[in-house]
Nanobody, 113 residues
Framework: QVQLVESGGGLVQPGGSLRLSCVIS????????LGWYRQAPGKQREWVTH???????KYADSVKGRFTISRDNAKSTVYLQMNNLKLDDTAVYYC???????WGQGTQVTVSP
């Protein structure tokens, strides 16, 4: 069973940066596609970005050019570098892997003046 533990969230001013981490337990980490999702208050959870086992990445238009996803297979960890944060980026951020329906507890990101 896959377990996911997100960390790195916090309170930041607009224009600031944060780096999220997600440690994922379970087998076959290196061949999984890894993704980040977020859920803002009162809204549905939405896909933000993903990275394949080959390192190919894709981003939602709302974060393109500001967020960068990366992975470290040796540490079974996926990262999300978030730069130039905006008020609309406020949400709970979750990671997820392909081949599993499991979610972690998420990490809160709050962008506020």
């Amino acid at each position: 069973q896959v377990q996911l533990v997100e960390s790195g969230g916090g309170l930041v001013q607009p224009g600031g940066s944060l780096r999220l981490s997600c440690v994922i337990s379970g087998s076959m980490f290196s061949i999984r596609t890894l993704g980040w999702y977020r859920q803002a208050p009162g809204k549905q959870r939405e896909w933000v970005t993903h990275i394949t086992s080959h390192g190919a990445t894709k981003y939602a238009d709302s974060v393109k050019g500001r967020f960068t996803i990366s992975r470290d297979n040796a540490k079974s960890t996926v990262y999300l570098q978030m730069n130039n944060l905006k008020l609309d980026d406020t949400a709970v951020y979750y990671c997820k892997t392909s081949g599993s329906d499991s979610w972690g507890q998420g990490t809160q990101v709050t962008v506020s003046p």
